[in-house]
Structure formats: C-alpha cells, structure tokens
C-alpha cells in the first residue's frame, strides 16, 4: 500500500496510529469502534473509526481518526478488498463520509426532536467534485444554503435522507441516515425538489394570493 496514497494538494494524508490516538482525547464516553463508509476522489473506505461520541464531532476536530477492519477499492465499484496496512485516516482527505444510527450516542427520542427544533429544512443538492449530494440539511433561520459555502468552524455538513451520485451512479447506500459533506470540497449549492434532483419548476399562471414561495426567495 503506497505511504499517503490519500493525500491532495494542500490537505492531509494516512498517518501512523500513533499519531491518531490522541484524536478526541478530551472528548466525553469511552472510546468505540462505529462503522463508517467514506469516499475520496479516487477511494471508497470502509470500516470503523475509534471515537467518542459523535462521528460528525470527531471529525471536525480536523484531528487523525484511528480506524480499523478498512476495506477499500475504486469509488464506483461495487466490490472492495482488505486494507490491512490503513490504521487512520486524516478528515481533511474525506470528501463524504456516511453514517448511520451507530454514530450517535444514545439518546431519547425527545432528545433527537430537539437537536432540529428551531432549524429550517432545505432540499438542495451539493456539488463536491466529483459526487452530487441531494438530500435535506437544517439551518438556523435566517441562514440560506449558500451560505455552506463560507469557511466555518463545522469543517462536515450533514445531509439527511440522502443520497451521492458519480455521473449517473448513486455511489452511497440508500439505506443509510446521513451522509456527512466535507465542506472544503464544496463547489456549489442549489435549493432542488428532492425526487427529481432539480430546481422546482415554476408553475404556469398566476398565484392566487398570498406570498409565493419565489417570492420568498
């Protein structure tokens, strides 16, 4: 296996495990293996990442993630192999990263209702060369979707009920909750109608009264 075969152009790359172990160190709960899928231009991963608490967390401490039982291969293909020599992983060189209900510590369903209380739900589809992600994100109010594209301090945005496509392939399993988006790859936001992947299409005539959602825009 090539030494920092995930590596780009101005991010990260593999590293030792050592160097890895003291990613979350300060974070609250015991460390726990939660199975991960990512994606990078040329790499899909699976695996676990060791954390604690919240995968999403985790990675926007921008710290190595020890990871283990990796297996890899093309990021369009539907077979992959051991990568026993992968111990952990740099966030800056994930693109997406996928998720499902093991990445949450536990919590109540009433705990979950208030993580999106007071946050407004959105439909778009993200350009993060080269995937397309189409799913919802919830902002606070007052913040429209193309503000993701500003730098912020949450380096992974997470997209529910969401999917990810390579050209014509959905490239993520269409089982999963969440696919976390790498905000540094982010090239482009669009507002769409989420079964069809596009931008509403503007109704013929005239509205019959009342404030339009184009005019909300």
Known sequence: MPFGFLKKKG??????SKAASGAGRGALGAVRGVP??????DWRLAGRMEIKGRLSDALNKREA?????VDWGPPDGDTLEPAPGLKSVDPYDLILVTSGEESLPPLTDSERS?????????????????F??????YLHPGSEPDRLMERSTEMFVPVVEAIARLGDKVVTDPDIDVILVNRFYLRGVQQVDKRTGEAPQKLPGQPLGGTSWQEKR
């Open 11 to 16: 991010g990260g790359a593999a590293v030792d």
């Open 36 to 41: 991960f899928g990512a994606l990078t231009e």
């Open 65 to 69: 993630i020890s990871i283990s039982d």
């Open 114 to 130: 208030a993580l999106k209380v007071h946050k407004v739900a959105y439909d778009v589809a993200l350009e993060v060369p080269p």
């Open 132 to 137: 397309r992600v189409i799913g919802t994100v």
